[in-house]
DNA sequence: TCGCAAACTATAACATGTTATATAACGGGG
DNA sequence: CCCCGTTATATAACATGTTATAGTTTGCGA
């Protein structure tokens, strides 16, 4: 069965992309599920975020992100109810809501950075290992490798080095 | 601001291509506004791969477009309340719906192909010229291009050669 | 040939992005 | 000093992907 997005080239390179970071990202929930960690893949930008920069209010985490400020209120709002952010108001201006991790985010924070996203940075670093040349030919073969191994199969493959 | 997803490299590359991907099916949602064609952006790989294949039952389209059943069923039925694409059920499996586009899709993809598509693929051709390198510096060779120039300030150009 | 597992599609529930808009707080100019 | 535009956040409505599951057909095998 062709597949149609990968013949249009760059007419759908948007759609394309879509694709293959959702597979990336579901691919990664996976990993994530094994190891009994209580957040969806996607909320790790965010985290990640906090832990870079420290507390930020939300306007400067969406731009930080890139994603828009409606979308990250409601990520925080979740992490919030998970009880891995917390917000507060303490800033001499009333209408920022500052966004810090809790004690208990910071653990999780710091546990992942010890344990798991070296595993997944090194499983991705695996999967994009001599890549080189067109973009859409390095896009073809990230998902020709997707399709082999997913990247549950190449974590242990790469911390055994 | 820092921007966090890009200096996690290849630990957030799902997300970061995902992010990417929304980018540029916004600027072509943009540039298709500008035409006046009635459809969103991430309707057009489903019309393309009927134009490229014919009639597909909703499972094969799906698989063709790497993109779950569900999904599919959901975006035929948009369609099909726009006038086009329809459902038949002519084939001698009554499980199987063959969808097929109407004589006003046949048109609309028609007139894509001939005006809007060209203008789309050489403007994605172009934000992608002269890339080279590792995907990660693609990638973020793509981001700023989008930043420095979107898509629509780029169709004249790509148009003009 | 009857029954039941497999195959195909639809539906429900959810995740997470978007845009548009409402609400509340700030702060400068008359 | 108050009004009003600007800024920061929240909410609503929508788009479109997912998984899980329900409901039909189909067709094989006892």
Known sequence: MEDVLRSLGFLCLGSRLKRIGEQLQADTQRLLDCLDVPVQSSQYPLLAALDRL????????????????????????????????????????????????????????????????????????????DLSGPLLAQLAAIEDGLAAAPLDRRVEKGTAQ
Do not use: F, H, N, Y
């Open 54 to 129: 420290g507390p930020l209010p939300v306007g400067e985490l969406a731009q930080s992100l890139g994603i828009t400020q409606p979308g990250v209120t409601r990520s925080v709002s979740l992490l919030s109810d998970l009880g891995l952010v917390e917000v507060t108001q303490s800033d001499g201006d009333q209408r920022r809501r500052m966004v810090s991790l809790t004690k208990s985010g910071r653990s999780l924070v710091d546990l992942a950075k010890r344990d798991v996203w070296p595993r997944i940075e090194s499983a991705v670093a695996d999967l994009c290992r």
